[in-house]
């Protein structure tokens, strides 16, 4: 699908395109049309001639390089960063790059994926190699034009020289490249040597973005497209028994209305699995209509009898029932050093505690949204996805296609954090598409959207640690989670290997609300219940907390322990870093600082949050942040991501609660759930780690450890533990039992 261009030209440049467009017509011309308020863009780039070079790169005879971003962009900034990677070794001049989203091709990309922090991790070698193997076959081409070696030649910013003086651009030399053999063996270039990587560059779609113009799936249009919207089970449990469409179908606008769900549950039958796809298997109705308004209003005159087909829980049942599991004996065990009851029964004192987290939704900005039409040849699906692959393998298993003859085409997502791993709403528009024969865009409002989604699932972790002469001696974490659990290498994450008898446990409980990854899985609310704790530890060891970290993280350096996944030393790194950049423990009278630190996404992240005290409620002011991700690609986007990640888990922390009562959810929109707010967003200073390290990740890395910076410095302000999120609401209740 085409996709927008960054700012391309300089002027210099962009002359050079116009002639070669059109002939030099616009040549002097343009500084006059630029100045208009109604000027038209004069050079339409889809006109000028490009050369295939390779599935990432394009070069024009004039030098003009296109790269493609393979992976979807969610807002992490890849479509900036990955080629900008490319450009690096390629060695062009970025204002000369445009940048096109590339089409699902996993057999040229490899991972077309956006999840889990690791677009840029996972590509940064290959990348390199791309740009760095088509310099290398520029080069060499260059050199079979002047019958030298290739070693007698450079390139930089575009441009091939001899020892001669010799000159020629990628341009003069680029078809003759693209018929050479490709060089199995090339040089990256050194860090210290990168003149694009490093330096901060502007969001290559934030003009359009900025004046509105189609990026995102809710933009897509195409002829004769009509639009549908789902009527799925109000409560989770619910399955549809009988509907009225009758006053739906005399709507003005209203084109059909029709059932969905036969074909997901012989999918089902059929035995495929698709981890992305998470569905009730009831009958939905669907209206179709001529404008997304119309459909809206069809669902609403739709007249549905929903029927159990499983207990419809409310809150206070999986609280009881999480809590149950704690209490009991079912756990898997998840890592297991030492001898934990040695260290229990042995111990002068021990400390336990209890943490609570409810099921969150997604919130994106953008709802759920897809478009599709399938044909007899062809099934063509264009929207915001986080697995593009594994929507068309899905797809092609439940239409009973050829994976050849579905195709996936990715726009600019508003908003995923998980949300779109889940293919649910591609399973059903494809299905709408398929019934219809139409071009169907299936568009959810934001009520359905929230009430009807993926969550995080509600979780609960029981912490105890064993003490003994002043040590920490044993650590035992145990969880109760909804529909999920912590999977293997978390238990690998910091305080394993720092504490010689450890043991996490894990228990799960099965319920119909569907739940998945949502940022920062898995470790978004147990970085939160750990550090928590360690602040408890502090206080009860009478040690400073930083330095009760500092001590740990010395059991660890030099451990010959494989299976530990942080870095000892770059932990340790970013905790003096904090501590310098907030001057922790030096704050003004009235000022409470609280400190977290955790690892994840193979990143490393300290943070202290200080919070003043303000009609006798905690007041976030400022956050700062440290964070070792390796080299930074992009540091204006990673700034953008790592204060993102910060104000997003800040929100979620203080505010952010979904509730059930009889399977319905009990927020269905943002006047009833609440996020942060422009004016309660703190100053949040960002401090990277000078590394020459590959890249890892940043996406989801800021947001865990900030519940417990908030919730420590809430404690350092009025004594007051909370043990259960969202902190503001439990905070508030405490308020109302002291009074």
Same mark, same amino acid.
């Given at each position: 699908?085409?996709?927008?261009?960054?700012?391309?030209?300089?002027?210099?440049?962009?002359? !050079?395109?116009?002639?070669?467009?059109?002939?030099?017509?616009?040549?002097?011309?343009?500084?006059?049309?630029?100045?208009?308020?109604?000027?038209?863009?004069?050079? *339409?780039?889809?006109?000028?001639?490009?050369?295939?070079?390779?599935?990432?790169?394009?070069?024009?005879?004039?030098?003009?390089?296109?790269?493609?971003?393979?992976?979807?962009?969610?807002?992490?900034? $890849?479509? /900036?960063?990955?080629?900008?990677?490319?450009?690096?070794?390629? *060695?062009?001049?970025?204002?000369?790059?445009?940048?096109?989203?590339?089409?699902?091709?996993?057999?040229?990309?490899?991972?077309?994926?956006?999840?889990?922090?690791?677009?840029?991790?996972?590509?940064?070698?290959?990348?390199?190699?791309?740009?760095?193997?088509?310099?290398?076959?520029?080069?060499?081409?260059?050199?079979?034009?002047?019958?030298?070696?290739?070693?007698?030649? /450079?390139?930089?910013?575009?441009?091939?020289?001899?020892?001669?003086?010799?000159?020629?651009?990628?341009?003069?030399?680029?078809?003759?490249?693209?018929?050479?053999?490709?060089?199995?063996?090339?040089?990256?270039?050194?860090?210290?040597?990168?003149?694009?990587?490093?330096?901060?560059?502007?969001?290559?779609?934030?003009?359009?973005?900025?004046?509105?113009?189609?990026?995102?799936?809710?933009?897509?249009?195409? *002829?004769?497209?009509?639009?549908?919207?789902?009527?799925?089970?109000?409560?989770?449990?619910?399955?549809?028994?009988?509907?009225?469409?009758?006053?739906?179908?005399?709507?003005?606008?209203?084109?059909?209305?029709?059932?969905?769900?036969? +074909?997901?549950?012989?999918?089902?039958?059929?035995?495929?699995?698709?981890?992305?796809?998470?569905?009730?298997?009831?009958?939905?109705?669907?209206?179709?209509?001529?404008?997304?308004?119309?459909?809206?209003?069809g669902l609403k005159a739709i007249k549905a009898n929903w029927v159990a087909e499983s207990p419809?829980?409310?809150?206070?049942?999986?609280?009881?029932?999480?809590?149950?599991?704690?209490?009991?004996?079912?756990?898997?065990?998840?890592?297991?050093?030492?001898?934990?009851?040695?260290?229990?029964?042995?111990?002068?004192?021990?400390?336990?505690?209890?943490?609570?987290?409810?099921?969150?939704?997604?919130?994106?900005?953008?709802?759920?949204?897809?478009?599709?039409?399938?044909?007899?040849?062809?099934?063509?699906?264009?929207?915001?996805? =986080?697995?593009?692959?594994?929507?068309? +393998?899905?797809?092609?298993?439940?239409?009973?296609?050829?994976?050849?003859? $579905?195709?996936?085409?990715?726009?600019?997502?508003?908003?995923?954090?998980?949300?779109?791993?889940?293919?649910?709403?591609?399973?059903?528009?494809?299905?709408?598409?398929?019934?219809?024969?139409?071009?169907?865009?299936?568009?959810?409002?934001?009520?359905?959207?929230?009430?009807?989604?993926?969550?995080?699932?509600?979780?609960?972790?029981?912490?105890?640690?064993?003490?003994?002469?002043?040590?920490?001696?044993?650590?035992?974490?145990?969880?109760?989670?909804?529909?999920?659990?912590?999977?293997?290498?978390?238990?690998?994450?910091?305080?394993?290997?720092?504490?010689?008898?450890?043991?996490? *446990?894990?228990?799960?409980?099965?319920?119909?609300?569907?739940?998945?990854?949502?940022?920062?899985?898995? /470790?978004?609310?147990?970085?939160?219940?750990?550090?928590?704790?360690?602040?408890?530890?502090?206080?009860?060891?009478?040690?400073?907390?930083?330095?009760?970290?500092?001590?740990?993280?010395?059991?660890?350096?030099?451990?010959?322990?494989?299976?530990?996944?942080?870095?000892?030393?770059?932990?340790?790194?970013?905790?003096?870093?904090?501590?310098?950049?907030?001057?922790?423990?030096?704050?003004?009278?009235?000022?409470?600082?609280?400190?977290?630190?955790?690892?994840?996404?193979?990143?490393?992240?300290?943070?202290?949050?200080?919070?003043?005290?303000?009609?006798?409620?905690?007041?976030?002011? !400022? $956050?700062?942040?440290?964070?070792?991700?390796?080299?930074?690609?992009?540091?204006?986007?990673?700034?953008?991501?790592?204060?993102?990640?910060?104000?997003?888990?800040?929100?979620?922390?203080?505010?952010?609660?979904?509730?059930? +009562?009889?399977?319905?959810? =009990?927020?269905?929109?943002?006047?009833?759930?609440?996020?942060?707010?422009?004016?309660?967003?703190?100053?949040?200073?960002?401090?990277?780690?000078?590394?020459?390290?590959?890249?890892?990740?940043?996406?989801?890395?800021?947001?865990?450890?900030?519940?417990?910076?908030?919730?420590?410095?809430?404690?350092?302000?009025?004594?007051?533990?909370?043990?259960?999120?969202?902190?503001?609401?439990?905070?508030?209740?405490?308020?109302?039992?002291?009074?």
């Amino acid at each position: 699908m085409k996709s927008s261009n960054k700012k391309v030209f300089s002027r210099r440049a962009f002359l !050079k395109s116009s002639a070669l467009a059109s002939g030099g017509m616009l040549i002097g011309f343009n500084l006059f049309q630029a100045c208009k308020t109604d000027a038209e863009v004069p050079v *339409d780039i889809s006109k000028i001639h490009f050369n295939d070079f390779n599935a990432f790169i394009k070069i024009s005879d004039e030098g003009i390089v296109t790269i493609f971003s393979p992976n979807p962009e969610i807002g992490q900034g $890849v479509k /900036t960063s990955m080629p900008m990677i490319i450009a690096e070794e390629l *060695d062009v001049d970025w204002e000369n790059v445009y940048v096109e989203q590339a089409p699902l091709d996993t057999k040229n990309y490899t991972r077309q994926v956006a999840g889990g922090s690791q677009s840029i991790r996972s590509s940064w070698e290959p990348l390199r190699q791309t740009g760095a193997t088509a310099k290398q076959m520029l080069i060499n081409a260059a050199a079979k034009e002047w019958q030298i070696s290739p070693e007698e030649c /450079t390139a930089r910013l575009g441009v091939i020289s001899n020892r001669t003086g010799d000159t020629l651009g990628y341009g003069d030399v680029v078809k003759l490249a693209a018929t050479l053999e490709i060089p199995e063996n090339v040089s990256l270039k050194d860090p210290k040597d990168f003149n694009i990587i490093g330096k901060g560059k502007g969001n290559v779609d934030v003009d359009k973005i900025v004046v509105g113009e189609p990026l995102y799936g809710m933009d897509y249009s195409e *002829d004769g497209m009509l639009y549908a919207s789902v009527l799925r089970p109000p409560a989770f449990g619910q399955k549809l028994e009988s509907y009225d469409a009758s006053e739906a179908k005399r709507l003005p606008g209203v084109v059909d209305v029709i059932t969905i769900g036969e +074909k997901y549950r012989a999918y089902k039958a059929a035995g495929h699995k698709s981890w992305a796809a998470q569905l009730s298997s009831s009958d939905k109705v669907v209206v179709i209509a001529n404008t997304t308004w119309d459909a809206f209003r069809g669902l609403k005159a739709i007249k549905a009898n929903w029927v159990a087909e499983s207990p419809l829980e409310s809150t206070e049942d999986y609280d009881a029932k999480l809590l149950a599991l704690l209490g009991g004996n079912k756990f898997n065990t998840r890592r297991s050093d030492g001898d934990i009851k040695k260290a229990f029964a042995e111990a002068d004192k021990v400390v336990e505690r209890t943490y609570e987290a409810p099921y969150l939704p997604h919130n994106c900005l953008e709802p759920m949204n897809f478009f599709a039409h399938v044909t007899d040849e062809k099934v063509r699906l264009i929207g915001p996805t =986080q697995t593009p692959e594994e929507a068309a +393998k899905s797809i092609a298993q439940l239409l009973e296609r050829d994976l050849e003859t $579905v195709e996936v085409n990715m726009t600019r997502i508003g908003g995923g954090f998980g949300r779109r791993l889940y293919t649910d709403f591609v399973f059903e528009v494809a299905e709408i598409a398929d019934t219809v024969r139409k071009p169907i865009k299936m568009v959810s409002a934001r009520e359905n959207d929230m009430t009807t989604g993926v969550y995080r699932p509600a979780v609960k972790y029981r912490i105890a640690a064993a003490i003994k002469n002043g040590k920490i001696t044993g650590y035992h974490l145990k969880e109760a989670c909804a529909n999920g659990s912590m999977y293997g290498i978390i238990a690998d994450f910091f305080p394993a290997g720092a504490i010689e008898n450890y043991q996490v *446990d894990s228990a799960t409980y099965k319920n119909s609300i569907t739940t998945g990854a949502w940022r920062a899985p898995y /470790t978004n609310f147990l970085a939160s219940a750990e550090q928590s704790f360690f602040d408890e530890l502090a206080q009860e060891l009478n040690i400073d907390r930083i330095q009760l970290h500092l001590n740990l993280i010395q059991n660890v350096k030099g451990t010959p322990d494989e299976r530990i996944q942080y870095s000892p030393e770059r932990l340790e790194g970013v905790i003096k870093l904090v501590a310098e950049k907030a001057k922790w423990g030096q704050t003004k009278p009235g000022v409470y600082q609280g400190f977290s630190v955790y690892y994840s996404h193979n990143t490393h992240v300290a943070e202290i949050a200080e919070i003043v005290l303000e009609h006798g409620n905690p007041i976030v002011k !400022k $956050v700062t942040c440290a964070v070792d991700c390796g080299i930074v690609v992009n540091p204006t986007g990673a700034l953008q991501q790592a204060k993102g990640g910060v104000i997003d888990g800040l929100g979620h922390a203080m505010y952010a609660d979904l509730s059930f +009562k009889d399977g319905v959810p =009990q927020s269905n929109n943002f006047n009833n759930y609440q996020l942060i707010r422009m004016a309660e967003t703190p100053k949040v200073d960002v401090y990277f780690v000078e590394s020459d390290l590959a890249p890892t990740g940043l996406g989801e890395p800021t947001l865990p450890p900030i519940g417990a910076a908030v919730s420590n410095a809430i404690y350092a302000a009025t004594g007051k533990r909370i043990y259960k999120f969202p902190l503001m609401k439990h905070f508030n209740e405490q308020e109302k039992v002291l009074s």
